[in-house]
């Protein structure tokens, strides 16, 4: 089992920044990719970003490029979302998860086994 907290979540005016984080307990995280997922307002929940075990590989859905930057220290167990130049579109419930993918499979919620309990971001314009 894994147990994972995001935390780093807040109110930010549009152009600003945020860094997530996600820490997680029980087993390590270099067994698994880890990916960040939001959903918004009325919104299903989306993918944002990803990272494969060992950290070489990394996705983002084409919203976020360039603007977010996924991070992972498997030392330390955690996975940080550094996220820049925010939107106010960018406002969601910020999720982070763990599971056995790989490569465009990353990005389907399916795919990941354990989930955090989320952390608010929300981008005032």
């Known amino acids: 089992q894994v147990q994972l907290v995001e935390s780093g979540g807040g109110l930010v005016q549009a152009g600003g920044s945020l860094r997530l984080s996600c820490a997680a307990s029980?087993?390590?995280?270099?067994?698994?990719?880890e990916g960040w997922f939001r959903q918004g307002p009325g919104k299903e929940r989306e993918f944002v970003t990803a990272i494969s075990r060992g950290g070489g590989y990394t996705y983002y859905a084409d919203s976020v490029k360039g603007r977010f930057t996924i991070s992972r220290d498997n030392a330390k167990n955690t996975v940080d979302l550094q996220m820049n130049s925010l939107k106010p579109e960018d406002t969601a419930v910020y999720y982070c998860?763990?599971?056995?993918?790989?490569?465009?499979?990353?990005?389907?919620?399916?795919?990941?086994?354990?989930w955090g309990q989320g952390t608010q971001v929300t981008v005032s314009s």
């Open positions: 998860a763990a599971g056995d993918c790989s490569g465009y499979g990353c990005y389907d919620p399916e795919n990941y086994d354990y």
């Open positions: 029980g087993r390590t995280l270099r067994n698994y990719a």
